[in-house]
C-alpha cells in the first residue's frame, strides 16, 4: 500500500519570502503521479502542481516548483516569493495510474504566510 | 471553467438518519470519486466510481454507504443510517483519464460538510 508523510504540521513564512513544504511517500511502483493540492479556508481543494515519476525534470508553475527526488523518495514543494493568500493548508497526494486513479493524501501542512 | 459542483454545502442531520449527499461531476469526465476528511484530519478515499459501477472502495465504505449515478449527470453518496462518527466534509471528484492520462487531474468540488447530531 502506498502512504504519504507530510512531516511538518504547521509551517510559516514572511511575505515575499520563500518557504518549502516536505513530503515523502513509499510505494513499490514504478509510474506513478505526485500532487501538491491547497486547502485555503474555504476548504475546496486545489491542485497547485503536479510531477510525473517518469519525468526528471521538477515541475514549475509560476511561484510553486517542486524538488522530486525519486530515489529518495520525496517530493517537496518550495513556494518563492509567499503571498498572503498563499495561507492555506498544503496536502501532498500520490496516485497510480491505470487503476482507480485514487489519491492518497498525507496529513498536511498547515502554512501561514504573515504580512 | 466547468467545475464539480456539490449540494448541499452543509447538511445537519440527526444520527440513524439516511442522507444523500449530491454532486455534479464535469460533464465529459469518466471518473468519479468521494472523499472524506474529518475536521483537522488529512482527505481519505471513499470510493471511485467508473462505467457504471464502483471500481474500488476503502474499508471505510461499508454497508452504510453506497454510490449512485442516477441519470447521466448526478453522482450521488448516500450513508444508510448515520452515526456521529460520520461527521465531516465530504469530497467529490472527476477526472478524465481518457484524455491520455498524462494530464490526470481530479477537479473537486467545494464539499459538503455533514454534522450528525
Known amino acids: 500500500a502506498q502512504t504519504v508523510t507530510q512531516s511538518q504540521p504547521e509551517m510559516s513564512v514572511q511575505e515575499a519570502e520563500t518557504v518549502t513544504l516536505s513530503c515523502t511517500y513509499d510505494?513499490?511502483?514504478?509510474?506513478?503521479?505526485l500532487f501538491w493540492y491547497k486547502q485555503p479556508p474555504s476548504r475546496q481543494m486545489i491542485l497547485v502542481i503536479r510531477?510525473?515519476?517518469?519525468?526528471?525534470q521538477n515541475a514549475t508553475e509560476n511561484r510553486f516548483s517542486v524538488n522530486f527526488q525519486k530515489a529518495a523518495k520525496s517530493f517537496s514543494l518550495k513556494i518563492s516569493d509567499s503571498q498572503l493568500g498563499d495561507t492555506a493548508m498544503y496536502f501532498c497526494?500520490?496516485?497510480?495510474?491505470?487503476?482507480?486513479?485514487?489519491?492518497?493524501f498525507g496529513k498536511g501542512t498547515k502554512l501561514t504566510v504573515n504580512p | 471553467e466547468p467545475e464539480v459542483t456539490q449540494t448541499p454545502s452543509h447538511q445537519v442531520t440527526q444520527m440513524g438518519q439516511e442522507v444523500i449527499l449530491r454532486c455534479v461531476p464535469i460533464s465529459n469526465h469518466l471518473y468519479f470519486y468521494w472523499y472524506r476528511q474529518i475536521l483537522g484530519q488529512k482527505v481519505e478515499f471513499l470510493v471511485s466510481f467508473y462505467n457504471n459501477e464502483i471500481s474500488e472502495k476503502s474499508e471505510i465504505f461499508d454497508d452504510q454507504f453506497s454510490v449512485e449515478r442516477p441519470d447521466g449527470s448526478n453522482f450521488t453518496l448516500k450513508i444508510r443510517s448515520t452515526k456521529l462518527e460520520d461527521s465531516a466534509m465530504y469530497f467529490c471528484?472527476?477526472?478524465?483519464?481518457?484524455?491520455?492520462?498524462?494530464?490526470?487531474?481530479?477537479?473537486f468540488g467545494q464539499g459538503t460538510r455533514l454534522t450528525v447530531v
Open positions: 497526494a500520490f496516485m497510480v495510474p491505470g487503476g482507480s486513479e485514487k489519491l492518497v
Open positions: 510531477q510525473e515519476a517518469y519525468k526528471q
Open positions: 510505494t513499490s511502483e514504478s509510474n506513478y503521479y
Open positions: 471528484a472527476s477526472s478524465d483519464p481518457a484524455t491520455g492520462g498524462r494530464d490526470t487531474e481530479a477537479f
